[in-house]
Structures are given as structure tokens and as C-alpha cells.
């Protein structure tokens, strides 16, 4: 039998504790942009993150978001919500190898960097984004 003292259950609970903490002040305290996809991510296994509209910065270049709430529905239902850091997003989407511009949105006028979800869990991806 394994005891408290000998677990690491203390030492888990505390860190999950911090965490709910962070949490609880970015929703609190701190400036989110959100951003939802309605169905092209499920077919093609990217998100978009929008950089530029009309020739002139947008999305990812322009906010001054601390957080980033990326939204994926499936139909009218939310599949999930992904958050990222603003500042880890832009190493993310800088750092990604198998990302894509495209144009699209209302009128083509948006330019988008398409990057696959599989990079966003890819192990060695993770380990070297700089």
C-alpha cells in the first residue's frame, strides 16, 4: 500500500491547483480573441489562423489578445476549443513546416496560414518550437 506521504499526490494537487488558478485569471483578467471554425477543419485536419485581410494585417498579426480561443464546431455544435497563448500561437504557426497560405473568407479578401492539428501534438514538433 502506498501512502500519501509516499505519493505524489500532494505534489499533483498543488500543481493542479496553480493551474486552475491560471486559468481562472485568464478568463478573469485577461484580453481574449476567439475565433470559430464551422466545418472545414474536420475535412481537411486544419485550422485556419487568419494573418492578413484586404492587403492589411488581421488575426494573428493585429490582436492584442493575450489569448487565443480557437473554436471548432461541427455543424451548429462546438466540438471543442482549443486556447493558446498568443505569443506560443505565433511560434507555432511561425514554426510549422506543413503550413499552407491560402486566401478565403468573406469576398477572398483574408489570407490564412493553414496548419494541420496533427502538428499541434506532433512530439518532435513540440520539442522544437523556438
Known sequence: MVSKKNSKFDIDLKYGQIQEKKVAEMLGNCKIEVKTERG??????????????????????????????????????????????????????????????????????ARMWLVPLKALVDKEFIWNIK
Not at 493575450?66 to 473554436?71: A, S, T
Not at 471548432?72 to 514554426?95: A, E, H, Q, W
Request: hydrophobic residues 35%; charged residues 20%; proline residues 1%.
Open 40 to 109: 472545414m477543419w474536420y475535412q481537411t485536419g486544419n485550422i485556419a489562423i487568419e494573418y492578413q485581410c484586404w492587403g492589411k494585417p488581421s488575426g494573428i498579426s493585429k490582436t492584442t489578445a493575450d489569448y487565443w480561443f480557437h473554436r471548432l464546431n461541427f455543424g451548429s455544435k462546438n466540438y471543442m476549443t482549443l486556447v493558446f497563448d498568443v505569443k506560443m500561437l505565433k511560434k507555432i504557426v511561425r514554426g510549422c513546416k506543413g503550413k499552407k497560405s491560402i486566401q478565403g473568407g468573406d469576398n477572398n479578401a
